[in-house]
């Protein structure tokens, strides 16, 4: 028996037996009343005879008997009925959504035509399927965009030797060159991977959370980026607070990085950059902010998506594949973290991550 016979069978059950209860208590009555009715003795002279119910209490004893029977029979039939049409929205419903599941996420349930719980259900589903769909659609993009950023490096290496193989005049010092590019396309896939990985990671959440302070994270990611923030002419503003939080401080760490490296990427020469630890409202709060390019507000949600980038002047030249934005939502969501983004109208970006 499918689990809807057995809700309906439930529902007339729960319908019919209260009825059939009441009924035989109703029946019961007369009879109590019979006997209660009968002579006590005395203590003087023979025992009493039983009384023998009359005729008038046998039939309606009877007759009700009867009543209770066709009775219960109706409200059995009666209870099948009304649990069918009781549960034909959910019926709609479970067949709809397993239409959905099984081949177009794009259709919806809509409304039952009655302001119910049924209509919450639908509403409830609906919105999962657009969850569903909306994930589905991301990861095909992801699988697309790791494809192509993968296959780029493999078809420059390949082209690379190719043409080094095909020079019949080729040099020592040209093949050593061609090596070196070799070398540096590898290292660019390996970062990929890396990266990859890192979002994976992310995403699956945190298992073990550990105490940490997240200005000695941040102070770790400073300290070895010096360097190249004085190639790119950036000044480096760094305000460190007390701001004990909880969770993967590996993690952690690789927010703080990505969120430094970002900054230190899309810059400006002779523009600067500020990271700040602090403690406000009892939360550990980490802030960064750097100067750079206009970023219209519209485009700003779309720079947390894996490999998105905006302009040419993210492109190519930055030395990164778009998923470093990508990797800080992944880790702050999975510590339950607030990211707060800004793009201020003089350019460049501020981000703000509020750990609970």
Known sequence: MSAR?????????????????????????????????SPVGLGVGPPPVAPVPGPDLARVVTASAA????MGLVALVLGWLIAGRFLRPLRGITATARDISASNLHRRLGRT???????ELAATLDDLFGRLEASFTSQRNFVANASHELRTPLTAQRALLQVALADPEVTVEGLRAVGRDVLDLGAAQERLIDALLTLATGEQGVEHREPFDLAEVADAVVAGRRDDARRRDLALRVRLGAAPATGDRRL?????ANLVDNALRHNTPGGHVELGTATVDGRATLTVRNTGAVIPPAELERLFQPFQRLGAQRLGHSGGHGLGLAIVRAIATAHGATLVPAAPPEGGLAIEVRFG
């Open 67 to 70: 009543g209770l029977a066709a």
């Open 252 to 256: 952690v760490e690789s927010l703080v």
């Open 113 to 119: 035509g009655r302001n119910d719980e049924f209509t």
């Open 5 to 37: 016979r057995r809700l309906r069978t439930q529902l007339t059950l729960l319908y019919a037996v209260p009825f059939l209860a009441s009924g035989a208590i109703l029946v019961s009555i007369p009879i109590l009343q019979g006997r209660e009715s």
